[in-house]
């Protein structure tokens, strides 16, 4: 069974820390791009960060370039956002997909490309 269940989302103060994993189960992750995403309430699912299989680069949407580092242990069916200097406007659901295509760079951007996702883990940031 197709799995992808995230995890280390929580309550923090802005200026904070967290990691977020992606594990992966049931054939989904290996050789694919992942990405994390993320839908505050009242708005739409937005792209945060994806990493190719293997080679290639990744990608960060504007608002947490700098901040965020998304990074995968392949060997682990795993993938991770580290999120530094946390702001209360990344408090979100924060989800990580599958890209059933290849890509690199602001190529795997597009929020349609992604086939599997996970159920998501709350994080909530306070000023």
């Known amino acids: 069974q197709v799995q992808l269940v995230e995890s280390g989302g929580g309550l923090v103060q802005a200026g904070d820390s967290l990691r977020l994993s992606c594990a992966a189960s049931g054939g989904v992750y290996s050789g694919y791009p992942m990405g994390w995403f993320r839908q505050a309430p009242g708005k739409e699912r937005e792209f945060v960060a994806s990493?190719?299989?293997?080679?290639?680069?990744?990608a960060y949407a504007d608002a947490v370039k700098g901040r965020f580092t998304i990074s995968r242990d392949n060997a682990k069916n795993t993938v991770y956002l580290q999120m530094n200097d946390l702001k209360p406007e990344d408090t979100a659901v924060y989800y990580c997909a599958r890209r059933g295509y290849a890509c690199s760079g602001n190529g795997c951007k597009d929020i349609s490309r992604y086939d599997y996702w996970g159920q998501g883990t709350q994080v909530t940031v306070s000023s």
């Open positions: 990493v190719p299989w293997s080679a290639g680069r990744t």
